[in-house]
């Protein structure tokens, strides 16, 4: 009996073991197939008890198209990892009870996005809310006996009476609409007259109050904002958010403001940074509730102005700057429990790092900054947050406040990323414009060989304020281009975020200037720096900024490269204000509007220098791009088709100024890559 259990017990570790070493046999390249299949993590939050995580998981469904988003659990220690929802419609948004029994979260799987709720004991759901429209952006009070959410209704109208609104519209014999100011469209879809308004709903039942009604605004920002743009005052009887309550002056203006309303709205809104024209954003309370902290720019119109971190004795004590000599911007930050530190997500020389700030001193002090770290919250003296690199996709980490003792919680990807062979990735310095220090990045082709030579892909990020730094990005990602063949070389030039304010100003009025001085300079560092480069064969890739960029090598250094990828990229600077629809980025960027300093949009316009363009060039636009117009793109491939330079326009009629569906990414990668082949590998 002893010999009958035993020996298909052998059999079966013999044939794991073979399995498992022919699986790491036949590891292969990272492509965009491996990209798309990640599992990406996302909305960590931590139990009230700071023994449990909750977050989301993406994962792809390539059949359907999309992406499928799930609840999981786990410990902090990475034990019991379980999936809680399984639904094939989206789950989103997990928030813990304060009890830490029960998680709410938003979830379509009856149709449309409403509130659920889920009992860890039982394994329970329970579906909150019936709405006719749409949840998102859920919250939960201090006390645990409000939600808070938003929806998307008509200024002035009840719930209900917008859904009735919407019908009326659909049954309508004419599609034509009338706007009578700006916006009348944003990022990728028109406006309806409708605004994110921010409800207020008890747990126990009752009234869902729009604490809102009559503002014609939205909370949090659009297109990107998220829910640390709102939160609860200390008392639990009121809220504190972001919105732009600016009029016909929206489009361009960033006079975004912090607002105070208690939860049944019996006062109107209170605007509480009045005093500020620029940004104000990211509200949050001390542990101990006597301090409101914010986010402040100072430069109206400048959208990527340094934010800087206000501290306010509430409720109406003054108001006083932390670190404000400190060159840099703060994404995100969070409490310590005991009030006396602040930490800070920063982007730092290429890195997403982690800062602290002493609250009674403003002493700033570096936890850590190798990857880009996402999410922090805190269980005690330790830290859990998210990670990536450019090797890895975000998994969940934890360490303590000092930045010591870094252990990782989750591996949702170790399968995956054990089949693939990734590039190996290093940073370097150089002299760029004006001989000041300029950072890039090296990513290795797969199966690097020092003796061979190897094709450049030299990518150009987007912006122009972004920044190609050590994070895993789904959508360029060199990676996939390492596990093509070819080295990957990134450059954060002049007006790069992470560098100190003065760094990213500097090409204000000045875009195709030191962006292209050091594009050159760091192109010809990374050629002499590393012999296994091959300097005849190196094509250039950029979107959005980095397609402006593209269009202007095209005309300003023709003999660079044997060949061009531009994705949502100008063509015309003066004709892109006018089509765009966000104008406070232009009228910063280029110093005013065309009319009053017609020079700054032409002195350094693409379309001003096509007399000189030669290099063959793939161009990519998507339908959907109200930022960067599809016309732009028919503008720079007439041009192209009419000189007779080799030219490929690929069009996607339903993506916005990204590739966000799974098998348009796809086929993105293929045909940008199949283009660097066609003049790289020959």
């Not at 960590?44 to 023994?51: E, F």
């Not at 001390?286 to 990527?304: I, T, V």
């Not at 300093?597 to 793939?618: A, D, H, R």
Request: charged fraction near 20%; glycine fraction near 8%; charge should be negative.
């Amino acid at each position: 009996m002893l010999k009958s259990v035993f020996l298909p017990l052998y059999v079966f570790c013999l044939v794991f073991f073979q399995m498992t070493l022919f699986a790491q046999q036949q590891s292969h390249p990272f492509s965009v197939q491996d990209l798309v299949r990640m599992d990406q993590i996302s909305n960590p939050r931590l139990s009230p008890n700071g023994k449990q995580i909750v977050f989301v998981i993406r994962s792809t469904d390539l059949e359907a198209n999309r992406g499928r988003k799930n609840i999981w659990l786990t410990d902090i220690d990475g034990k019991n990892l379980r999936q809680l929802t399984a639904d094939p419609a989206n789950d989103t948004d997990p928030v813990w009870h304060t009890d830490g029994k029960s998680i709410w979260f938003i979830s379509s799987r009856t149709g449309t996005a409403q509130i659920w709720r889920i009992h860890l004991d039982s394994g329970d759901y329970q579906q909150i809310t019936d709405f006719p429209l749409d949840v998102s952006n859920l919250m939960l009070s201090p006390d645990g006996k409000y939600l808070a959410f938003t929806m998307k209704v008509f200024p002035n109208l009840t719930i209900e009476e917008t859904k009735s609104k919407l019908d009326e519209y659909s049954q309508r014999p004419y599609s034509g609409v009338i706007y009578d100011q700006l916006l009348i469209r944003h990022w990728d879809e028109w406006k309806d007259g409708r605004r994110s308004h921010l409800f207020v709903h008890p747990v126990a039942g009752g009234k869902t109050v729009d604490v809102m009604k009559n503002m014609n605004a939205d909370t949090p920002s659009q297109p990107f904002g998220d829910t640390q743009e709102i939160c609860f005052t200390p008392d639990a009887r009121g809220i504190i958010f972001t919105a732009k309550d600016e009029g016909k002056t929206e489009a361009w203006s960033t006079n975004f403001d912090l607002f105070f309303v208690p939860f049944d709205a019996s006062q109107p809104p209170r605007c509480l940074t009045g005093d500020n024209q620029a940004w104000d954003s990211h509200p949050s309370f001390s542990p101990d509730g006597k301090f409101l902290a914010y986010l402040a720019m100072e430069k109206p119109q400048h959208e990527r102005d340094q934010f800087k971190l206000v501290l306010q004795s509430w409720p109406d004590g003054p108001k006083q700057f932390m670190a404000k000599q400190w060159d840099r911007t703060i994404d995100s930050y969070i409490w310590g429990e005991d009030g006396k530190y602040i930490y800070a997500l920063v982007p730092d020389l290429g890195q997403g790092a982690l800062f602290s700030i002493e609250v009674s001193s403003g002493k700033v002090s570096l936890v850590m900054g190798d990857g880009n770290i996402k999410s922090p919250s805190l269980s005690g003296k330790m830290i859990i947050f998210g990670l990536d690199n450019l090797k890895s996709p975000v998994e969940l980490f934890k360490m303590n406040t000092k930045g010591e003792k870094l252990q990782q919680i989750t591996a949702m990807n170790r399968n995956r990323l054990a089949a693939v062979e990734m590039g190996d990735f290093e940073q370097f310095t150089f002299s760029g414009w004006n001989d000041e220090t300029v950072y890039g990045y090296l990513v290795k082709p797969v199966d690097f060989d020092p003796q061979k030579k190897y094709p450049v892909a030299f990518l150009i990020h987007g912006g122009p304020h972004g920044s190609f730094g050590n994070r895993f990005h789904y959508r360029w990602n060199p990676q996939t281009y390492s596990g093509a063949g070819f080295a990957a070389v990134m450059i954060d030039f002049h007006g790069s975020k992470g560098y100190g304010q003065k760094f990213l100003d500097s090409i204000q009025e000045d875009w195709g200037g030191k962006t292209l001085i050091d594009l050159q300079k760091g192109l010809a560092a990374a050629l002499d720096r590393y012999p296994f480069l091959d300097r005849d064969r190196v094509g250039a890739l950029g979107a959005s900024y980095g397609g402006y960029m593209i269009n202007w090598i095209a005309g300003n250094w023709p003999d660079g490269f044997r060949c061009l990828v531009n994705h949502d990229g100008n063509l015309d600077e003066r004709m892109a204000y006018y089509n765009t629809e966000e104008l406070w980025f232009p009228e910063w960027e280029h110093g005013g509007t065309p009319w009053d300093n017609p020079e700054g949009y032409e002195k350094q316009n693409p379309v001003n220098f096509s007399q000189n363009w030669k290099t063959p060039m793939l161009v990519i636009h998507s339908q959907l791009d109200y930022r960067v117009v599809v016309t732009q793109a028919i503008g720079t491939f007439n041009l192209l088709q009419r000189k007779g330079i080799p030219s490929k326009f690929l069009y996607f009629p339903d993506e916005n100024h990204w590739v966000l569906k799974p098998q348009n990414s796809i086929f993105w990668h293929d045909t940008v890559i199949g283009w660097l082949d066609q003049w790289l590998k020959k």
